[in-house]
């Protein structure tokens, strides 16, 4: 079983890399996820030397290539030179992966409504870019290309590369005093956009009836004509167009894989799933089993509190695409696990299980005591 820890630039260069590798060494982690290109974010970093907290905007940690077109990275204001180079040059005893977010960029959508996710209320939804959009399909293609090439990387790992979705949109002050339920909150995520819009007309579908069975449904839940519990999946039965509907942007983001594939060349590529929960990627447009032909493995967050329940999420998307390694990823600080001994059993069963490789959330997110949790559960499977 291999380890890794995700981590932000800011907490390694601020410590010092060669500091940073010893301490991960020590706890017997081998790799460094490292956030390249992420969404906007305001972090606590509770043993960071040279601050408790720092926000940024969505940003890259590198100075973008030349290749990507209408929509580019923005680098990260409070950077001076290029941190992943930096880092990258630095580290000799980490393995060096691009933690990756793509279309999950607010500051990008700003400035560029059009290429966001429209709502089939006609509203753009400024957190995600849409896939469909071919200045988008660009855009990732291009950052992939980019990270992939530097030296030091030795795999890419995509965060968001989907018609991403769901509760959590950044930092926004998100109001919603309606209860969706796993329908609505779908349903409002469905794009259509000029591009969703007219891939789907050339595949058929009558794009007006999907759209206002969209919004009609969405306005149904909020009056309470339609239970907010009902089953996406049962609804999406009873309602064959809209299904056709997200079956062609299933096969827009099959499209988009294949062009990210050929974009990381060699190295390996993960894609992390379990949004909006484990086993129904399909809400954000991932068909596991189809893009599995352009992925090296699935990386799972699992940021649950008990070993039951990370098995679970683990066991829910392990039956969807039983042939594709997938990676767990575990959050051994607040507010999924408090203490060393259920990380420990949770580490456990998953070598048990089979899992190949297992990341740790997040490095300079955690308190120290939780990074000697992870030493100790290391100690157990691995001594
Ligand atoms: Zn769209």
Not at 117 to 130: N, R, W, Y
Not at 300 to 318: G, K, N, Q
Request: hydrophobic share 40%; aromatic share 10%.
């Amino acid at each position: 079983m291999d380890f890794a820890t995700w981590a932000y630039p800011w907490d390694v260069l601020d410590e010092g890399p060669e500091r940073v590798e010893a301490r991960l060494r020590e706890i017997g982690i081998g790799e460094l996820n490292l956030a390249t290109n992420y969404h906007t974010v305001q972090a606590f970093a509770p043993h960071n030397p040279e601050r408790r907290t720092l926000f940024a905007r969505a940003s890259s940690y590198f100075e973008p290539g030349p290749d990507y077109g209408r929509l580019e990275p923005v680098p990260y204001e409070g950077m001076d030179g290029d941190w992943v180079d930096e880092i990258g040059a630095e580290l000799t005893d980490l393995a060096l992966t691009s933690w990756t977010v793509g279309c999950h960029n607010s500051r990008l959508g700003m400035r560029h409504p059009e290429y966001t996710l429209e709502t089939a209320h006609g509203d753009d939804l400024v957190f995600g870019l849409c896939p469909s959009q071919p200045a988008v399909q660009r855009y990732l293609t291009a950052l992939v290309s980019d990270v992939a090439s530097r030296p030091g990387i030795e795999r890419v790992e995509l965060e968001t590369f989907d018609y991403f979705h769901g509760t959590g949109w950044g930092w926004h002050h998100q109001k919603i005093h309606a209860r969706l339920g796993a329908l609505g909150e779908f349903l409002l995520g469905v794009c259509f956009c000029d591009h969703c819009r007219s891939n789907a007309a050339d595949a058929g579908v009558s794009v007006d009836g999907v759209r206002e069975a969209v919004a009609d449904t969405i306005d149904d839940i909020v009056a309470g004509a339609i239970a907010h519990d009902r089953s996406p999946e049962a609804w999406l039965r009873e309602h064959d167009a809209v299904a056709a509907y997200v079956d062609v942007r299933e096969a827009t983001l099959e499209g988009v894989f294949a062009d990210l594939r050929a974009a990381a060349g060699t190295t390996p590529l993960g894609y992390y799933v379990g949004a909006p929960e484990p086993g129904r990627e399909w809400m954000v447009g991932a068909d596991l089993d189809r893009l599995a032909e352009y992925v090296d493995y699935y990386c799972l967050p699992a940021y649950e509190s008990t070993t039951e329940d990370v098995l679970a999420a683990y066991r829910a998307v392990d039956e969807v695409t039983a042939d594709t390694p997938l990676h767990v990823g575990l959050l051994p600080g607040h507010p999924a696990i408090h203490d060393r001994s259920t990380l420990v059993d949770i580490l456990t069963e998953l070598q048990a299980a089979g899992v190949p490789r297992v990341s740790f959330y997040n490095y300079g997110l955690l308190p120290s005591r939780s990074l000697e949790w992870v030493g100790a559960a290391i100690d157990a499977v691995d001594g």
